[in-house]
């Protein structure tokens, strides 16, 4: 009977050690390794794939901009700001989720404006031009080896985005100057922001957008080019 006893205990603490084993390797091979997915598409608009490298300038630019805020709200642990939680009815978010919001619906906004310029024939003049890129070197200098490493970005990335979203956002505002926008309250500029109520009426559900939900959910922002240490 003791023997009985002992077997059934040796046999419990060998599927117990089994059943650890399992989840330990479950969670390695689940692990999210964002350098390995940098090629893959992330967002598609329309016809146009944008892939994690490329979306890595909109990572940087808002992460950027939130730390700036989380250092004045708590310079001893900026992670604090990144996980404060607003409560505003349908809208209550936290800070991390509502900047990965704005990177991924400005990314967006940016395609399809962008194409449109195209369309229309906008483009940049030269001096234009010469200020995307000189802002798109000054983004390159203000970013240390490992966040160029982790987002896998380079000169000619970020000078290409650069160059698109300024044309977008040229497009954007030459439109603002000739819609009728009777029966909205906002600003012109904000009607035609990502988050503007013309735009989400209007311009985008014109276009087909698919993101990588299997990647994009597995992005958290707040840790990507900051708090990584």
Known sequence: ?????????????????FLIIAATCGKILSRFVYEDHLDEPLITVDDSEITLREFGY?????????QDQALLYDP?????????HFSAGLDSQF???????????????????YKK??????????????????????????MNGYQLAKTG????????????QTIARKYSNNLAKVLNF?????????LMNWDGAYYQENI????????????LDKIMLGTITVNYQ
Request: hydrophobic share 40%.
């Open 1 to 17: 009977m003791q023997k009985a006893n002992k077997k059934s205990i040796i046999g419990l603490i060998i599927f117990s050690c």
């Open 58 to 66: 909109y990572i940087y630019l808002v992460e950027e901009f939130v």
């Open 76 to 84: 001893e642990n900026p992670k604090h700001w990144w996980n404060t």
């Open 95 to 113: 800070v991390c989720d509502y900047a990965k919001k704005y990177a991924v619906n400005s990314c967006i906004s940016d395609e399809i404006y």
């Open 117 to 142: 310029a195209l369309s229309d024939g906008v483009v940049l003049s030269s001096e234009e031009e010469k200020q995307a890129i000189a802002e798109a070197e000054m983004i390159l200098n203000s």
């Open 153 to 164: 970005v380079d000169k000619n990335i970020l000078i290409n985005m650069r160059i698109k």
């Open 182 to 190: 009777t029966g909205y309250a906002d600003s012109p500029e904000k």
């Open 204 to 215: 985008l559900p014109g276009h087909s957008v698919i993101t990588n939900d299997k990647v």
